[in-house]
């Protein structure tokens, strides 16, 4: 079995060990100090990203020693700030292992939209800049103790919030290794898909940088599926504003209270919007299924089998199949859970926290995606070689939390584009149900372009109408639908849909029948 460098631990050999439990721990070093080194198979990203880890064990290995000689010349001469530098459990990732969620803070200042980039080098820099820290800390440290008795005390002071510096330093970057992770592997596995969205960074980019140019536009289609579960609920209040407030039921498992509330606080805080005689909100109903519950359910009669007997959840810390366990949820409603290394969406309705510190803005980013947005911040990638990937973002719009997490703010076209897509969410699954429940081409044609004059780019609702228009006879109607959808396939990769689509297009005499 092959020792993942994402589990290696410093080894420190106690007094009388024994020799072979000695040779044992060399072993493991041994086995660590080689992750630098990864299997020649592997993909450069992992390579690359390996030896990033190394550095990144060697910072903390550095900062254990630091906090050990701190410690012990904090007990000879300010014994009273020891409880100051008590270093933090380091961050694991794993079930029910979940983040602290920061009080909100007000947004940073931003510049004009430009594209930043990512990387095992930028990663590096980082780790080399702690370092940098820490050697500074390390030097004052040796000079305090020398100092006279009055200014020894200072000294201290100023190291000790040195160190805090450096261990809030370490999160950030164990933080950006974890990301960088995530979207180094992404691009591996679909480079067609990363380059399409690269070639829209470019055009934007371009865009922006043109001068004189106007703003490009930045609209978003949102999907359906999460949405079949949500209800609005219109009222006018005694001040004559009218209240529009948008219902999202949520389970969780999550066994904390304090985090699910502050996760609650924190999406109802940022999804308000008051815009004249119109507020718009959204209110979360969170449902909780224990873990027990949620792995071993109960219909009401005892079960016998080996699996029932032997079934259970996850332990806590446990690594699981993200997809798989927000797939247990009934459906009906959104899904708040734990697990992920970095914090993401699982299937359609998902959101999956990791163990890293979370702020409130950048939670109500991810449940717009529940919602159905899109991230309207653009990403590309530029390939380095056997330095992995440079991932590239680009921040169009900082007023707009879709496009910016972290200064965007939740804006009122967010809630009139949900109030729309419910309605689309209304029309097409009438449409489909007229359509191959009913067989009434006509009637879901009808439909369908309800949806369209809602959104006239909708995918779905276009590949129907063109169906729905074969089905009632409409042939020549159709055929100028089916060549729009023939261009929207091509532009989004979708090689099934481009089949069925060409087919009918081949054969114009030959309408294309109801199948979907």
């Not at 008795?149 to 000294?155: E, L, S, V």
């Not at 967010?414 to 359509?435: E, P, S, Y």
Request: glycine share 6%; aromatic share 8%; net charge neutral.
């Amino acid at each position: 079995m092959r020792l993942s460098c994402r589990s290696r631990r410093r080894i420190v050999v106690a007094p009388n060990v024994p020799p072979h439990l000695i040779i044992a721990a060399l072993l493991f070093s041994v086995t660590a100090a080689a992750c630098a080194q990864a299997a020649p198979s592997d993909p450069s990203y992992v390579i690359r990203g390996h030896q990033t880890e190394v550095r990144q064990q060697e910072l903390q290995d550095r900062l254990e020693r630091f906090h050990s000689a701190l410690a012990g010349q904090l007990r000879r001469h300010a014994r009273d700030l020891l409880p100051q530098i008590e270093p933090p459990p380091p961050i694991v990732y794993g079930y029910q292992i979940l983040p602290r969620i920061l009080p909100p803070a007000p947004p940073a200042p931003h510049g004009q939209p430009q594209v930043v980039s990512f990387s095992w080098p930028d990663c590096d820099n980082h780790i080399a800049a702690a370092m940098k820290h820490l050697a500074q800390l390390e030097s004052d440290l040796a000079k305090v103790a020398a100092q006279p008795k009055r200014q020894r005390r200072a000294g201290y002071e100023a190291i000790v919030a040195g160190y805090k510096k450096a261990l809030e330093r370490r999160r950030i970057i164990d933080s950006k290794v974890d990301y960088n992770w995530h979207w180094q592997r992404q691009i591996f596995s679909n480079r067609p898909l990363f380059n399409r969205l690269h070639a829209r960074l470019e055009e934007v980019n371009a865009q922006i940088a043109a001068p004189g140019s106007p703003a490009p536009s930045f609209g978003a289609t949102l999907g359906i599926n999460a949405l079949d579960f949500a209800s609005v609920a219109d009222a006018v209040d005694s001040a004559g504003v009218h209240q529009h407030v948008i219902s999202v039921p949520f389970y969780t498992d999550i066994s904390d209270a304090q985090v699910v509330e502050s996760f609650q606080r924190a999406i109802e805080s940022y999804w308000r919007v008051r815009d004249g005689e119109n507020e718009y909100r959204i209110r979360l109903t969170i449902s909780t299924i224990t873990p027990e519950d949620l792995y071993c359910p109960r219909n009401g009669k005892a079960s016998t089998s080996p699996a029932a007997i032997n079934c259970g959840p996850p332990a806590r810390g446990a690594h699981i199949d993200l997809a798989a366990h927000a797939a247990r949820f009934p459906p009906g409603a959104a899904v708040v859970t734990s697990g992920a290394e970095s914090m993401q969406i699982a299937g359609p309705r998902a959101l999956v926290l990791d163990a890293h510190d979370q702020v409130p803005r950048t939670l109500a980013h991810e449940f717009g995606h529940i919602l159905g947005f899109p991230d309207a911040y653009l990403r590309g990638y530029k390939d380095l070689g056997a330095d992995g990937f440079s991932v590239l973002e680009l921040v169009p719009d900082f007023d707009d939390i879709m496009s910016s997490p972290g200064v965007g703010s939740v804006l009122t076209r967010h809630f009139t584009m949900l109030l729309d897509a419910m309605q689309v969410g209304t029309f097409l699954r009438a449409g489909l149900a007229q359509l191959y429940e009913q067989h009434d081409g006509n009637a879901a044609a009808a439909s369908f372009r309800r949806v369209l004059a809602i959104n006239p780019e909708h995918y779905g609702a276009t590949l129907q109408l063109a169906k729905a228009l074969d089905q009632a006879g409409k042939s020549d109607e159709a055929l100028p639908v089916w060549q729009k959808m023939l261009k929207m396939a091509e532009a989004a990769g979708d090689h099934e849909t481009l089949k069925t689509v060409r087919a009918r297009l081949s054969s114009a005499d030959a309408p294309f029948g109801s199948q979907r």
